[in-house]
């Protein structure tokens, strides 16, 4: 069984420019959660969506977008990139959105805005 | 102040020895993950824990709920287990709507 797999690896995209990243999660999670870890620190919480619908959002602006789709993979976008969202991001994925239920992390996506 | 801090940030070891890595927590938690981070990025879940201490080959992790403490024990250490360790917890009310709140990281390096 595929692991939680993300797309692309790599980025580099320009300030002011419009990003899609993608994340597939374990066949049978319906959980898919996004985190920004920016160099030296901890993953930071950016979105959280079961089944199909937003059930968390962290402290990002309103640039930072997402969505589930029928699948349960997911996509987050970011509009107008600015240097400091420059970060690895990542995906995690459950079976359910409650405490207890094991994550598994993809391998991320490194963005390099310029 | 974070919710989550580590210690030690940065931990250098000999191989063969014991380590030991603290994380502390000021919220009310439902459970505990620790994780392990390659320098490619990709996470490894290592545990879950809300109570006791849980053992995974060189591998043990304690949690004490009432002094809100869990730390990470690898025994007889080892070059591959240079990482960076990350502890991560779930807030009691349903994980915040399912987010985790991580620490900054301890950066272990293990010579031969």
């Known amino acids: 069984d595929a692991g939680v797999t993300q797309s692309p690896t790599h980025l580099i995209k320009t300030r002011g420019q419009h990003v899609t990243l993608r994340c597939s999660p374990i066949s049978g999670h319906k959980s898919v959660s996004w985190y920004q870890q920016v160099l030296g620190q901890g993953p930071q919480f950016i979105f959280q969506y079961y089944e199909k619908e937003e059930r968390g959002r962290g402290n990002f602006p309103d640039r930072f977008s997402a969505r589930q789709f029928p699948n349960y993979s997911s996509e987050l976008n970011v509009n107008a990139l600015l240097l400091g969202d420059s970060a690895l991001y990542l995906c995690a994925s459950s079976l359910s959105r409650f405490a207890g239920g094991g994550y598994t992390f993809g391998s991320g996506t490194r963005l390099t805005v310029v | 102040k974070n919710e989550v801090e580590q210690s030690p940030q940065n931990l250098t070891a000999q191989e063969g020895e014991f380590i030991t890595i603290n994380c502390s927590y000021s919220?009310?938690?439902?459970?505990l993950h620790w994780l392990q981070q390659h320098p490619g990025g990709g996470i490894v879940s290592l545990f879950m824990?809300?109570?006791g201490k849980k053992k995974h080959g060189r591998l043990i992790a304690t949690i004490n709920i009432q002094e809100k403490h869990s730390s990470l024990h690898i025994t007889a250490s080892h070059p591959r287990d240079s990482a960076v360790y990350i502890c991560a917890v779930e807030d009691e009310y349903g994980g915040s709507q399912g987010n985790l709140i991580f620490g900054k990281g301890t950066k272990l390096s293990v010579k031969p």
């Open positions: 919220v009310g938690i439902s459970a």
């Open positions: 824990l809300s109570s």
